[in-house]
C-alpha cells in the first residue's frame, strides 16, 4: 500500500521522488492541500507562493531526471521565515516599514536552497523584526498554535514552526537570536535547531542582533533537519563572520548513541519559574536517558542571573544600530505629508514599527548612550565573556548540557503581551546557547496536562553540532513515535 505524502518524513519523502514513486508536484499539492485547510486558522504564511512553486516543481522535476540535484531533499516543499530575502518576491519582516518591498537579490540560505532542489512554498509570519516570543507582534496579524489555536506557536519563528506543525512544510527555515527557533519548536512539538554561530550564512537575513543571529531547520524529526542543514551550512564570502571550518556532513553517519554520553543538568535551570507539568516531563526524560545508559549529573551555571539581562542589552544594542537605516530615505515604508527631512524620520518610524520594536530601539539607544555605556552595555558583555567561559570549562567534562526548552507550554493569545518581562523571562534556557555561539536542538518530550507539546533541549560546545544532533536522535528513538495533531485527527478549531 503506497504511503500518504502527509505520513511522509522530508528524507522519506525525497527517497520517493527519487524513486519516481512520487512527483515533484504530487508533494507540492500535497502541502498546497494542508495549507487550503489550515491557513483560515492559523496564518502561518505572510506571502505563499503557489505559483511560484508550481514552476519550480516543474523545473526541479526536469533537474532530478538529469541527475542535477544530490540532496537528498531535492523536490521536498519548504517554508522559509520572512526575514530572508528571496528574489523579486516581497520580503516583509512582518512589519509595515516592509510591506512592501522586494528585494534584487536572495539570502545565501536561500539561494542554497533552490540550487538543492527544493521546492519553497512560501514566506512564513513571524514576530516584527524577530522581536517577540509568540508571533503576535506581526503587522500582519497572529499566528495560532496548531495544537489549540486559541494558544500562540511561539516565536520569532512562530510562522514556521507552525506550518511544519500543521502538515503545510515538511522542512523550513528559522532564525534564531535568543531561542527564536528552539522555543516556537517546543510549543509546537516540532524539532528545531540553532546551529554554531557561523555555520550558516547570515548574508541576506535582516539582522536583529548580528553577533546572536542565526539561521537553521525545524522539522518532524531530527534527521531532516540534519539534512536541511546539510543544505544551508558553509562559508560564504558575503558573510565575514560565517565559519570557514571543515564540515561534513551532519546527516552521514548520524546514530542515536546514548550509551556514555554525559550530560550536565544545571541546577538553576530547574528552580522558580518552571512550570510543574514541564518539571515533571523534564525529569521523566532524565530518567529515560539514564536507562539508556546516558550519565546525567547536575552541576552550577554561576552565570544564570545575569543570562536574560545581558541578552536584552546586547540584544537592543545591536537592534537599535540595526534598525537606523529605516528611516523612510532608502527603502521601504516612507510616511507622507512631512514637513522637513526630521519630521519624515520621526513620522516614518513612528508609523512604520510597532510597540515591541520601539521598545527595543529605545532600550538599546539607551544602553549605548554617553554615560550609560559603561553601566549596561560594556557589563553585558563582560557577563557573555564569563558565560562563555563557564561554558567551555562545563564541556570539558561534559558532553551536553539538558535542560527544558521553555518553562511553560504555550501561553493563551495575548496573556505574554499583557506583561512583556514575563515574555521575556520565557527565554532563560535558550539565550545562553546565543550569547555564547553554541548549538542547540529543541525536541518534543511529552505534553503537559492540557495536551501542549512540551520540549528538551540539548546544548552543546561549538562545532559539536554533530554530538548535539546524536544526543537529540538518540533522545527521540527512545522515546518512540509522536504523532502532530493533523496526523491524528486532533486538531482544535
Known sequence: MRQKIEEMTALELGEAIRRGSCSVTEALESCLAQMERQEPRLHAFVTPLRKRAYEQAKRVQEGIRQGKYASPLAGVPVAVKDNMLLKGTRTTCASRMLENYVPSWSATAVEKLEEAGVVILGKTNMDEFAMGSTTETSYFGVTRNPWETSRVPGGSSGGSAAAVAAGEALLALGSDTGGSIRQPASHCGIVGMKPTYGTVSRSGLIAYGSSLDQIGPLGRNVRDCAALLDVIKGRDSRDATSLDHPQESFLKG???????????????????????????????????????????????????????????????????????????????????????????????????????????ILLGTFVLSAGYYDAYYLKAAKARRLLREECDRIFEKWDVILSPAAPTAAPALGESLKDPLQMYLSDLYTVTANLAGLPAVSVPCGTDSQGLPVGLQFMGAALQDQKVLQAALGYEEARGSWQLPFQRGGEKK
Open 254 to 360: 548520524l546514530e542515536g548513541k546514548l550509551r556514555g554520553l554525559r550530560v550536565a543538568v544545571p541546577r538553576e535551570f530547574l528552580a522558580g519559574g518552571l512550570e510543574e507539568d514541564v518539571r515533571n516531563l523534564f525529569f521523566q526524560a532524565l530518567k529515560l536517558l539514564t536507562a539508556q545508559g546516558a550519565i546525567v549529573d547536575f552541576v552550577s551555571l554561576k552565570t544564570e542571573p545575569y543570562l536574560i539581562p545581558a541578552y536584552y542589552i546586547v540584544a537592543c544594542a545591536e537592534a537599535s544600530s540595526n534598525l537606523e537605516r529605516f528611516d523612510g530615505v532608502k527603502y521601504g515604508y516612507r510616511a507622507q505629508d512631512c514637513q522637513g527631512l526630521h519630521q519624515m524620520y520621526r513620522k516614518t518610524r513612528t508609523e512604520g514599527f510597532g510597540w515591541e520594536v520601539k521598545r527595543r
